[in-house]
């Protein structure tokens, strides 16, 4: 079974750092593009980034640009998100994501809350 | 960003009957590849987003046959031709063709 499972969801205080963390299983991993959307809780979802296969390729949304980093471990199958100077706009739940080879599947994590606060 | 703009935002539905939501979009999906990334994605309360249709108008594995998308260019529908109480759920439709990708602002779909 194709299987995404997000950690490293917590509390942080605004300007503070958390790396949240992806693990894959059931499926080739390194031959999917990886993808983190985030949603604030009650509201709608987001895109934040995208990553391709070998990790040599990323985007971001403009609302985390220089901010976030994404990147992957083939070897362990292992997606991650590296998210510095938090704001507290960026409290959400953070889901990773894939959708296969040219969009032909779909897999998501249970999410992993963030929160920002004082 | 391509915005995407979902009509209605809430939809009262009686059981066993259909319902249409509507998904126009800011810019032509259509791709330079010649595809249009156009999905349509299903949240139970609670759960994570599952995606219902990809490509405008193709299931996924496992969604029911009730489910059905069509649309091209900028003006896109997901119909359920008979809605079931496992259907409440809030929908939106998303686009992969232009960076970044956007969502909807969802549709919220419940029972009359």
């Known amino acids: 079974e194709e299987q995404l499972v997000e950690s490293g969801g917590g509390l942080v205080q605004p300007g503070g750092s958390l790396r949240l963390s992806c693990a894959a299983s059931?499926?080739?991993?390194?031959?999917?593009?990886m993808h983190w959307v985030r949603q604030v809780p009650g509201e709608g979802l987001v895109w934040v980034s995208r990553?391709?296969?070998?990790?040599?390729?990323?985007d971001y949304a403009d609302s985390v640009k220089g901010r976030f980093t994404i990147s992957r471990d083939n070897a362990k199958n292992t997606l991650s998100l590296q998210m510095n100077s938090l704001r507290v706009e960026d409290t959400a739940v953070y889901y990773c994501?894939?959708?296969?080879?040219?969009?032909?599947?779909?897999?998501w994590g249970q999410g992993t809350l963030v929160t920002v606060s004082s | 960003d391509v915005v995407m703009t979902q009509s209605p935002l809430s939809l009262p539905v009686t059981l066993g009957q259909p319902a249409s939501i509507s998904c126009r979009s800011s810019?032509?999906?259509?791709?330079?590849?010649?595809?249009?990334?156009l999905f349509w994605f299903q949240q139970r309360p609670g759960q994570s987003p599952r995606r219902l249709i990809y490509?405008?108008?193709d299931r996924d594995s496992g969604v029911p046959d009730r489910f059905s998308g069509s649309g091209s260019g900028t003006d896109f529908t997901l119909k359920i031709s008979r809605v079931e109480a496992e259907d409440v759920a809030v929908y939106y439709c998303?686009?992969?063709?232009?960076?970044?990708?956007?969502f909807g602002q969802g549709t919220k779909l419940e029972i009359k």
């Open positions: 994501a894939t959708f296969g080879i040219n969009w032909k599947s779909d897999v």
């Open positions: 059931g499926f080739t991993f390194s031959s999917y593009w």
């Open positions: 990553l391709n296969t070998d990790g040599s390729f990323t």
């Open positions: 810019q032509s999906l259509v791709h330079s590849t010649g595809n249009t990334y």
């Open positions: 490509g405008v108008s």
């Open positions: 998303m686009q992969g063709t232009h960076w970044p990708y956007t």
